[in-house]
């Protein structure tokens, strides 16, 4: 519908009741409607509706959202909001909560290692902190944001993954990225 009727898009989105799906929907008509300043506008609207959830991993995880819009439509104000989600995913208390959404974050400014920077240290020690298959499988997401930035920590993180196949592979991939022959 934002393509055809933004207007009304934005409108049926600003009428969604719950934050979570408001802040998505109001991220999408940012996306692909308005003028600049329009658009930051309803990318300030989707990060407080983001922030009207009540569970930390919920407000940073969808406050991903109309950052990565924000990644392309004012860059600038990124790090400031990126920031102030990590320090607001730093105080969540359940590890793999806090990893997820770190995660997001992160990979809602996908390619931009100046961002990552800003990111990527609390992620790994969420990762260091937390154990199970969905950890393994946020270690191996993350990697190759974690080789940009923080290469020291591939090693530890890499060991934190339960012993199996999935870490044997791992392993090797890391030997290859880092082969130098």
Same mark, same amino acid.
């Given at each position: 519908?934002?393509l055809?009727?933004p207007?009304?898009?934005?409108?049926?989105?600003?009428? @969604?009741?719950h934050?979570?799906?408001?802040?998505?929907?109001?991220? !999408?008509?940012?996306?692909?409607?308005?003028?600049a300043?329009?658009?930051?506008?309803?990318l &300030?609207?989707?990060?407080r509706?983001?922030?009207? %959830?009540? %569970? @930390?991993?919920? @407000?940073?995880t969808?406050? +991903?959202?109309?950052? *990565?819009?924000?990644?392309?439509? /004012? *860059?600038d &104000?990124?790090?400031?909001?990126?920031?102030?989600f990590?320090?607001?995913?730093?105080?969540?208390?359940?590890?793999l909560r806090?990893? /997820? +959404?770190?995660?997001?974050?992160?990979?809602?400014?996908?390619? =931009?290692?100046?961002?990552?920077v800003?990111?990527?240290?609390?992620?790994?020690?969420a990762?260091?902190? =937390?154990?199970?298959?969905?950890? /393994?499988?946020? @270690?191996?997401? +993350?990697?190759?944001?974690?080789?940009?930035? !923080?290469?020291?920590?591939?090693?530890?993180?890499?060991?934190?993954? *339960?012993?199996g196949?999935?870490? %044997?592979?791992?392993?090797?991939?890391?030997?290859? !990225?880092? /082969?130098?022959?």
């Open positions: 519908m934002v055809t009727e207007r009304e898009a934005l409108k049926i989105a600003r009428a @969604i009741r934050p979570w799906y408001r802040c998505q929907s109001l991220s !999408m008509v940012a996306e692909h409607w308005g003028n300043v329009q658009r930051k506008h309803v &300030a609207e989707a990060l509706s983001a922030e009207e %959830q009540t %569970q @930390i991993n919920r @407000i940073v969808v406050a +991903s959202w109309p950052l *990565r819009v924000m990644a392309s439509v /004012d *860059r &104000a990124v790090p400031q909001h990126l920031g102030r990590v320090e607001l995913a730093n105080r969540e208390p359940h590890s806090r990893a /997820d +959404s770190l995660f997001a974050l992160a990979n809602s400014v996908s390619g =931009s290692s100046e961002l990552w800003l990111v990527i240290p609390s992620l790994v020690d990762l260091s902190l =937390s154990y199970g298959w969905k950890t /393994d499988r946020l @270690i191996a997401w +993350s990697i190759p944001m974690v080789r940009t930035v !923080m290469p020291e920590a591939l090693g530890p993180l890499v060991a934190r993954h *339960r012993p196949n999935k870490k %044997q592979r791992l392993e090797e991939s890391l030997a290859t !990225m880092f /082969d130098t022959r």
